[in-house]
């Protein structure tokens, strides 16, 4: 099972930026996507961003069209979040994921990382 590494969250101002990277242990080529997803205080966990590993296709969530960016770096094993125009909202903790398959869910979760963002 590949193992996933968030890193890149803090502590930022309303209107700032932070980039998450997330670094699977090993290489990703049967994989079909990574995602973000988030978890804020007494709420669900939630979907924030998805991209195809092949192809670089990507998806947001409504709430964060425009202020986020998801990529990746195939020779880095590695999958990154911008995000932009942070407001308190957003803050969670990150978590990266990884579907093996089409459909199939996603098989590998991260541990997370913290993002706080203060007003």
């Known amino acids: 099972q590949v193992q996933l590494v968030e890193s890149g969250g803090g502590l930022v101002q309303a209107g700032g930026s932070l980039r998450l990277s997330c670094v699977a242990s090993?290489?990703?080529?049967?994989?079909?996507?990574m995602g973000w997803f988030r978890q804020a205080p007494g709420k669900e966990r939630e979907f924030v961003a998805r991209?195809?590993?092949?192809?670089?296709?990507?998806s947001y969530a409504d709430s964060v069209k425009g202020r986020f960016t998801i990529s990746r770096d195939n020779a880095k094993n590695t999958v990154y979040l911008q995000m932009r125009s942070l407001k308190t909202e957003d803050t969670a903790v990150y978590y990266c994921a990884r579907m093996s398959r089409a459909n199939s869910g996603y098989d590998s979760w991260g541990p997370g990382t913290q993002v706080t963002v203060s007003s």
């Open positions: 991209i195809i590993w092949s192809g670089g296709s990507t």
């Open positions: 090993r290489r990703t080529s049967s994989t079909y996507a």
